[in-house]
């Protein structure tokens, strides 16, 4: 996993709200997302890369003055540690 991590808060706020609110699918196991909330942030910026874990993927944010906006695209599945890949579902839910 590689992570990146600014943020500057306002101490004095506890402010946080999503205005907006996207996802949807782009493969079988491959979905994206977009957030926008309304938060104390001042200054803010996120990036995250992982390849092996749930929900694995990239997710990029970044926020100005109490709004920021997030993407990502994930892997749907979860991660199987002891296959050492993700878990497979059967049509009626079952993983193995």
Known sequence: MLNFNFRL?????????????KDGLIAKH???EIQAVTDN?????EFSLSVRGDHS???LGVGLLGVSV???LVDTRHWNEEAGRHY???SAGNAS
Request: charged share 15%; proline share 3%.
């Open 70 to 72: 997030m993407f990502c």
């Open 30 to 32: 491959k979905a994206w």
């Open 88 to 90: 497979n579902y059967d």
């Open 57 to 59: 993927g990239v997710t």
């Open 9 to 21: 808060n306002n101490p004095f706020s506890k402010r946080w709200n999503t205005f907006f609110y």
């Open 41 to 45: 942030s001042i200054v803010s910026a």
